[in-house]
C-alpha cells in the first residue's frame, strides 16, 4: 500500500509500503476512507533531524473494516468507523476513568510497527476498544465532520471539559487553528454566555464567530490583555482555553484569566517552564488541561453531528489526494491552508 512517511524537516514522501495484516486476535485492518494532516504534525515536519528509518505520519482516519482478528467482537468487515489519535484497550483501569491516552496497553499510531494515519490502510491494535462505529455511509456528506472526532473535535472539547466551562460563563480561546475553533463550538456546546476568540487570521476567526464567538480579539500580549479585561467588565474570563501550546499564548492566558478562573491548555507544549508564580499563586489560578482523550469523548460528541447542530468540518479548507500530501504540509506550515483532508 501507499503511505505517508516523514525522512526530515520538511521531506515528506508517499512511498510502497508493506500491507497491514493482522498480527492479532484482537487486531483489525481498516482501509482508510478520510485522513487529515494535525498541526502537531507540522512540529516534527519543522525539526526532525534525516534519518534513513522514516516516521509514519498521521494519526486521524476513519475508514471501512476490511478484516478482524479472531477476537474482535463488536465490529464487521464492512463497518465504518473512526480511530481515535491514540489506540487503546478501553477496558484497563485508566481507560474505565476515561484517560484512554494513559492505557497501559494503548499507543501511537506510526511507531512500534504500527501504521498510521495517513495512508491506504492501517492495522488497528484492540479493535474494540479502539474504533467507534459510524451510523452513516461510506458516501455520507457527514464524513469531513465525524473526522473531526479522531482528534480537533475531541481536542477543543477537552480544553472546555477540564476548564469546567458551564452555563453563563465567560470564556476566552487563545490560537484561531483548528483546535481554538474547535474549543469555540464546545465552549458554547457547554452553555458559556460570552466567547472570545483571540487570533489574527480573519477568515479563521469570521468561521469562529460563525461556531459560535461572540467577540473576536486580534491584538496581543499586553494589549490583547486589556481589550479582554475592556470586554469582560474589567475581570477577566472565567475560563481560558489555551490552543496555541507557545509560551506567548500560555503568558496571555494568565493576563486575561479572571481571578478564581481556570486555564485549560490543550495545544501540544513547545517549552517547558509555565509562568505560574506567587501572584498568580495569590490570585487562586487553577491550570488545567493536558492531551485530550478523545476515545472518552466521541459518543458524547458524536450525536450533535448527526443532528447538524455543530459543523466542525469546516475546519477543513483544502483537500488533496494522498500523493499529494507533502503539498497538505507545505500549505499548513505556510499558513495557506487552516486543516487539510486527505483522500486516499
Known amino acids: 500500500m501507499r503511505a505517508t512517511l516523514l525522512y526530515a524537516a520538511g521531506d515528506v514522501r508517499v512511498e510502497d509500503v508493506a500491507d497491514p495484516g493482522i498480527h492479532r486476535s484482537t487486531d483489525a485492518v481498516v482501509r482508510i476512507v478520510l485522513s487529515c494532516v494535525c498541526g502537531s504534525d507540522l512540529w516534527p515536519y519543522k525539526s526532525a533531524p534525516p534519518t534513513d528509518s522514516p516516521r509514519h505520519m498521521g494519526h486521524e482516519f476513519l475508514g471501512v473494516v476490511e478484516e478482524t482478528g479472531a477476537d474482535v467482537r463488536t465490529l464487521k468487515p464492512g463497518d465504518l468507523v473512526v480511530a481515535p489519535f491514540v489506540y487503546s484497550d478501553n477496558t484497563c483501569a485508566y481507560c474505565r476513568e476515561g484517560l484512554q491516552t494513559s492505557c497501559v496497553h494503548g499507543g501511537s499510531w506510526g511507531v512500534d510497527g504500527v501504521d498510521g494515519g495517513q495512508g491506504q490502510a492501517a492495522r488497528v491494535p484492540y479493535a474494540d476498544g479502539t474504533l467507534v462505529a459510524l451510523p452513516v455511509g461510506e458516501d455520507s456528506g457527514l464524513l469531513p465532520d465525524l473526522l473531526t472526532l479522531s ?38 456546546l457547554l452553555g458559556a454566555e460570552q466567547i472570545v476568540l483571540m487570533g489574527r487570521h480573519t477568515a479563521r476567526t469570521d468561521l469562529g464567530r460563525d461556531f459560535g464567538a461572540t467577540d473576536v480579539v486580534a491584538e496581543r500580549g499586553e494589549e490583547g490583555i486589556a481589550r479582554v479585561k475592556e470586554l469582560t467588565g474589567g475581570e477577566g474570563s472565567h475560563k481560558v482555553l489555551e490552543c496555541a501550546g507557545l509560551e506567548d499564548a500560555i503568558r496571555q492566558s494568565f493576563g486575561i484569566v479572571r481571578d478564581g478562573g481556570t486555564i485549560s491548555r490543550v495545544g501540544a507544549p513547545q517549552f517547558t517552564d509555565v509562568p505560574f508564580g506567587f501572584g498568580d499563586f495569590l490570585r487562586n489560578i487553577t491550570l488545567t488541561g493536558g492531551v485530550a482523550p478523545a476515545r472518552a469523548y466521541i459518543e458524547e460528541l458524536m450525536p450533535h453531528i448527526l443532528d447538524g447542530s455543530i459543523r466542525p468540518g469546516r475546519v477543513f479548507d483544502r483537500t488533496v489526494g494522498l500523493e499529494d500530501v507533502a503539498d497538505g504540509y507545505r500549505a499548513m506550515n505556510d499558513r495557506e491552508a487552516l486543516k487539510v483532508l486527505v483522500r486516499p
Open 151 to 188: 482528534d480537533v473535535l475531541c481536542t477543543g472539547y477537552h480544553a472546555a471539559r477540564t476548564a469546567g466551562v458551564r452555563r453563563g460563563d465567560s470564556v476566552t480561546v487563545v490560537g484561531d487553528g483548528a483546535v481554538g475553533l474547535a474549543a469555540v463550538i464546545s465552549a458554547r
